[in-house]
Nanobody, 124 residues
Framework: QVQLVESGGGLVQAGGSLRLSCAASGRTFSSYIMGWFRQAPGKEREFVAGISWSGAIGYYADSVKGRFTISRDNAKNTVYLQMNSLKPEDTAVYYC?????????????????WGQGTQVTVSS
């Protein structure tokens, strides 16, 4: 069982930055692939970024490539999402997720554990 708790959301102006954190419980954090998803009102949950066990490989949705960076610190059981050059269309609830497996997936159904989400609002 893995419990995930996100933090770092808030209100920011367009062009600004935020850093989201996701703290995981358990002693097997390094064996999980981690991902970030987001869901805007009236829209489906969508993949944002994923990261390999070691943190060496990151995967990104086209909409955030070059602006967002995912990273992890296995010693701290934490995964991060650095978001730069934020746009109003990035406004959503951001969720951290964990999955067993050997590669990051952009499909929400393939993730086993989810956090409660943190709101990110980008004003124009």
């Amino acid at each position: 069982q893995v419990q995930l708790v996100e933090s770092g959301g808030g209100l920011v102006q367009a062009g600004g930055s935020l850093r989201l954190s996701c703290a995981a419980s358990g002693r097997t954090f390094s064996s999980y692939i981690m991902g970030w998803f987001r869901q805007a009102p009236g829209k489906e949950r969508e993949f944002v970024a994923g990261i390999s066990w070691s943190g060496a490989i990151g995967y990104y949705a086209d909409s955030v490539k070059g602006r967002f960076t995912i990273s992890r610190d296995n010693a701290k059981n934490t995964v991060y999402l650095q978001m730069n050059s934020l746009k109003p269309e990035d406004t959503a609830v951001y969720y951290c997720a964990a999955r067993r497996g050997s590669f990051a997936s952009d499909q929400a159904v393939q993730y086993d554990y989810w956090g409660q989400g943190t709101q990110v609002t980008v004003s124009s």
